[in-house]
């Protein structure tokens, strides 16, 4: 075997091939090693929309990030064989190895900064809940001040709505990732890359892609430019305290029972970032268990190849690509100029599509967001549905 992996920065750390589990260990060690910045503290659009704090500074914006990868890696099925981030350098990596765990290749640069947020509004109000008929002790409803049957409120709601928007892409990053290597993969993804505030993602795979799980949201080659996000939970944070008759019926609220909802959107003005996919691998999806779960990012349960982003997205398949129920060949959501070619052969199960295209995100091109042509030329065979 020769080296292992070369990290091209301004120290080079050279390493040499040892046996799977040592040499995975050694090439992600070099990879933090580059970054000065240890795997677990890695920036993700999830984290920085949940903590809604300024990213953490990662490593110096002046650098590129060059890395070579000749041998084969083998990891767990909830590890990364080659982890790369990065907050704004241009991230460039060659694999030519085999590579064998949960996601194969990771990359992401192009964090955001919420302290440059063009809109930033905030609101919090309460909410009643959970109203019921009030009764007297000896069983007789209530009436109000108007006659009627009186109700009661036996919760209260306390509800945070946040919206940002930020500019438009201010980093430089880019991420170019040439895969030539197999990959088996057990989590969501073999290729993911992530640019949210970058300019250009650009992906060439000429390896064969196997899922080797049953994960939800799969898809073989995945990369994102678009920051958009939108999320909510509802807890309940307290029991109240009601009184009651001996007919089980409610005569009053002492304290009503508490609940927190959050609802947090984060978006981008005019989010560009140029996406392309040129793919002649092979790639199977392996079997899905149950359709995508309701709200969703994506339709499908899976998609061989997965594009998300406003900035111009060009995909080019010559592989042949294998999705099981609820999935799609190619999917790309954008409301940007789109340029789709396929002349591989895609196989598909039922209620599924050979190449889909949707909008991303909320809004249409021209609100605030990029527009542009779609065209989708299939030379390829689509087979099953």
Known sequence: MGAAATALIAATPVLQAADAPTQSTTVQAAVREALRVPVGERMSIEAVRKSFGAPRVLG???????????????VGPDQTAIPLSSTAESISIV??????????????TGAIDLDT??????????LDSGS???????????????????????????????FVVLPRDPADSTIAIDNRGSIAFADQHAIRAVNPAGQSIDITNTGDITSTGDGELRAGIYARTEVFESSYTFEKTADGERTYNVFGQVTG??????????????????????????????IDMGLTTAPPYFGSA??????????????????VNSGDIKVDKWSAGIEVRSTATTSISNSGRIDIGNSSAGISFSPSAMGDAGDYRLGGDVYIVNSGEIRGG
């Not at 009661?152 to 709505?161: E, F, L, M, P, S």
């Not at 002492?254 to 927190?260: I, K, L, M, T, W």
């Not at 994506?298 to 995909?315: E, F, H, L, P």
């Open 95 to 108: 694999n030519t190895g085999d590579l064998t765990g949960g996601i194969g290749i990771d990359v992401y």
């Open 117 to 126: 947020a063009l809109v930033n509004d905030s609101v919090n109000y309460f």
């Open 132 to 162: 019921v008929g009030l009764y007297d002790d000896a069983g007789n409803r209530v009436v109000d001040g108007y006659g009627y049957p009186a109700y009661i409120a036996t919760g209260r709601i306390n509800v945070n709505r946040s």
């Open 298 to 315: 994506s339709y499908w349960a899976s998609a061989g190849i997965q594009a998300v982003g406003d900035g111009g997205t060009t995909i």
């Open 253 to 282: 609220v002492v304290s009503p029972d508490e609940y927190a909802f959050e609802d947090i959107t984060l978006d981008m003005e005019y989010d560009g970032g140029a996406i392309a996919i040129n793919n002649s691998g092979n």
């Open 60 to 74: 110096t914006a002046s650098r590129k990030i060059d890395f070579n990868n000749g041998d084969d890696i083998t």
